[in-house]
């Protein structure tokens, strides 16, 4: 049990009503969170190419001293985040937009 202190009482996160940072996120943002954090664990490191969802995990090369057939299960999981997340901005930019979407998702 951890107490927090606020200006104006002392209590437990659930008595103050203190949520997680992850509790006010929509779907999207965990799951954008969620990619980045599954590709800095993958690469090892934190640059513009693993913190952009613009660029393909299919260009990145497999780190070195990583199995391959471990590379190879996280990549695939990876990639089905990917685009998960990407038709959740399909569906966005279309509802957005007002546009049925013609696709099937």
């Known amino acids: 049990l951890h ?3 606020t200006p104006k009482a002392i209590g437990c996160r659930e008595c103050l009503n ?3 940072k992850s509790q006010s996120q929509s779907e999207s943002e965990r799951l954008s969170r969620r990619i980045q954090r599954t590709r800095v ?3 090892g490191e934190k640059t513009a190419s693993t913190a952009s969802l613009m660029d393909s995990t299919k260009d990145f090369n ?3 001293g990583k199995h391959l057939k471990t590379f190879t299960k996280k990549l695939e999981n990876l990639d089905k ?3 998960q997340y990407i038709k959740g901005q399909i569906k966005f930019i279309s509802k957005y937009l007002g546009l049925e979407p013609p696709y099937s998702l």
């Open 81 to 83: 985040l990917e685009q």
């Open 3 to 5: 107490l927090y202190i």
């Open 41 to 43: 664990k993958l690469w």
């Open 18 to 20: 203190i949520h997680y």
């Open 62 to 64: 497999k780190p070195k």
